[in-house]
């Protein structure tokens, strides 16, 4: 698992970079100002990608205790997403993480679905992810 490090966005415009995910998942630092962009680089297969936040449960006065669910993202062939930004008391856990995993989607070609694939970075499975964030400043 690999630590995405967030590149800044500011009025002079940024170029894209971007990383291959990690088969076996990726995660990054939350301050709360954070998204993710993903691209789908795979012609005809498509992805799930799950984001678990660091925290199951958030207490708040007006709504009590409520359960936070990961987020999934299906990202079809060919396709970009962005998601984000992810509020640090809902999203946060003590190491101030959120975990992203990968899995080939069902009726993709590599034919197991729903199964994390062997390599989602290379060859043909060519999954890119870039983290960015605002300065609220």
């Not at 005809?44 to 205790?65: E, K």
């Not at 679905?113 to 989602?120: L, R, V």
Request: charged share 20%; hydrophobic share 35%.
């Amino acid at each position: 698992m690999a630590t995405l490090v967030p590149r800044k966005i500011s009025e002079l415009s940024i170029k894209e970079v971007l990383s291959d995910c990690n088969t076996d998942g990726d995660n990054f630092y939350n301050s709360g100002v954070e998204f993710v962009k993903f691209v789908n680089d795979h012609a005809s297969a498509h992805y799930d990608i799950v984001l678990t936040p660091g925290v199951a449960t958030v207490s708040t006065p007006v709504h009590g205790t409520v359960t936070k669910s990961a987020t999934t993202i299906v990202l079809e062939d060919s396709q970009e997403a962005y998601v984000g930004p992810f509020k640090q008391g809902v999203w946060s856990g003590s190491d101030n993480k959120i975990t992203i995993t990968y899995d080939v989607n069902a009726d993709s070609p590599t034919g197991t679905g729903g199964q994390a694939i062997s390599t989602i970075s290379s060859g043909v499975h060519a999954l890119k992810a870039e983290l960015l964030f605002l300065d609220p400043k």
